[in-house]
């Protein structure tokens, strides 16, 4: 989406009557942790060698008959209970993933179905590690419009399933998880000061799907495959478009860095987010990190991130956070939302 289009829309902000907000937060990890220590018992890695390319100690891995949708599920049912909102109010839910439990139908339908309800709409998003940021700017859109009044939107993973675990310079840098978040329509005010989404920018570059994929599908070779990179190529991308996006985000609402409470990148890579906050001039101490308990869970790493800062205290009602991720395709993108 270019910023062009994306500010002349801003600029209709407020002749909308709906602004989507934040009503409800959840979480949930495989009970599994396996540390650096672990894997290196059967690949030839170190923990020295991850916790220093990467800040990765340990991931969370599912259990055999483990599914996303579950742990999608597991997530959106402590996000309900902590929005106060009961399933049968959910007109939407929107699932990020690109390890669904089967190529159809979508894992949001069975998340529906486990969670009993039967009415809205119910889909998947497929836009890799931005597939959260991506999900949430599909359901803000429906609720703005009028579409939908209350939308859980998930991130889930079991990367765990796709990954060569013969291959160290991949194997060792994801985790399982599931991340939630409840958003309810209510009434938009203009400015940045009222609660609920800001802004959001989403971005894809498909010349660059080559650097970061999974080598099977339905379509191809009918088989799953396994996940695919040039580690160095996505770095030398990542901070680069991380930066720019959260630029755009800043500049779309009159915003400076400073003005950001927390900021919450997708946990790739803690090189990755200190070289991005570096390059805006934000302070550690308003990052939030996961990676080095969680690894990378891609969809799932910045809801994981967001509830669990939520749950701690440390994001409160009323902070301004900013969200941003990039992932295979390549796809990238931010969000700005008053919490
Ligand atoms: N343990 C020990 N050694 C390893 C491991 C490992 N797990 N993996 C690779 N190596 C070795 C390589 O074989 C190589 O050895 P050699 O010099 O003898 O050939 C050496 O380490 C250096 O390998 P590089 O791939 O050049 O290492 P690099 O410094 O680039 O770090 C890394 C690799 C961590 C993957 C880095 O490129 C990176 O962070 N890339 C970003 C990738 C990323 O975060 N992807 C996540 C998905 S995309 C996203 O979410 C944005």
Request: with cysteine; hydrophobic share 40%; net charge negative.
């Amino acid at each position: 989406m270019a910023r062009r289009s994306r500010c002349k829309r801003k600029g209709s902000h407020n002749l909308k009557m709906y602004r989507s907000r934040v009503a409800g937060w959840g979480s949930y990890l495989p009970e599994r942790v396996v540390t650096n220590r672990d894997l290196a018992e059967f690949v030839d890695t170190s923990d020295n060698w991850i916790v220093d390319r990467t800040g990765i100690q340990q991931r969370h891995i599912a259990a055999t008959g483990e599914y996303t949708s579950d742990l999608a599920t597991r997530a959106a049912e402590r996000a309900l209970e902590s929005a106060g909102v009961d399933a049968s109010d959910v007109d939407l839910i929107v699932v990020a993933t690109a390890t669904p439990d089967q190529t159809f139908p979508a894992t949001a339908v069975k998340v529906q179905a486990d969670l009993g309800v039967s009415r809205g709409a119910a889909f998947d998003v497929q836009a890799v590690c931005t597939g959260f940021v991506y999900a949430l700017a599909v359901a803000d859109n429906f609720i703005r419009l009028g579409q939908a009044e209350c939308a859980l939107v998930i991130g889930a993973e079991t990367f765990s399933r796709i990954l060569d675990w013969s291959d160290r310079s991949t194997c060792v840098l994801f985790g399982d998880g599931a991340g939630a978040l409840v958003m309810r329509a209510s009434e938009a005010k203009p400015g940045t000061n009222s609660p609920g989404v800001l802004s959001t920018h989403l971005h894809a570059d498909g010349t660059k799907r080559g650097f970061l994929y999974v080598d099977g599908g339905p379509s191809t070779t009918q088989t799953t495959g396994h996940l695919r990179m040039s580690g160095r190529e996505v770095f030398r991308h990542a901070v680069g478009l991380l930066a720019a996006a959260v630029d755009e985000a800043l500049e779309a609402n009159g915003l400076e860095p400073d003005d950001i409470d927390w900021l919450v990148p997708h946990q790739a890579n803690k090189r990755i987010i200190d070289a991005t906050a570096k390059k805006l001039g934000m302070p550690e101490d308003k990052i939030v990190y996961t990676i080095d308990r969680h690894a990378n869970t891609s969809a799932a790493s910045i809801p994981l991130a967001l509830a669990q800062a939520a749950e701690d205290g440390r994001i409160q009602r009323g902070h301004l956070i900013l969200i941003e991720g990039m992932g295979g395709g390549f796809t990238w993108g931010s969000a700005v939302i008053r919490w």
